[in-house]
């Protein structure tokens, strides 16, 4: 594998790292007993998920793209 695809991989793996942590914030939230604190961490943490899923999806999107090069 080059460099390239290697280095797309990585990143991938840290936006999934992301994502987990991302959850543990939004069960940290819930357990918040302030009802405006906790619907503002809930927001937070849903728009954060909502961009990390788009970044992967556009990261996978290239890997298979560089792969498909690679094999050409």
Known sequence: MNAELLKLMREDEEIHRDVNMNRRYLEAAKK??????????????LEEEKHQKRKIRLLRKTINKVKKLNLT
């Open 32 to 45: 918040v007993g302030d009802d405006e604190l906790k619907s503002l961490l809930t927001e937070l943490a």
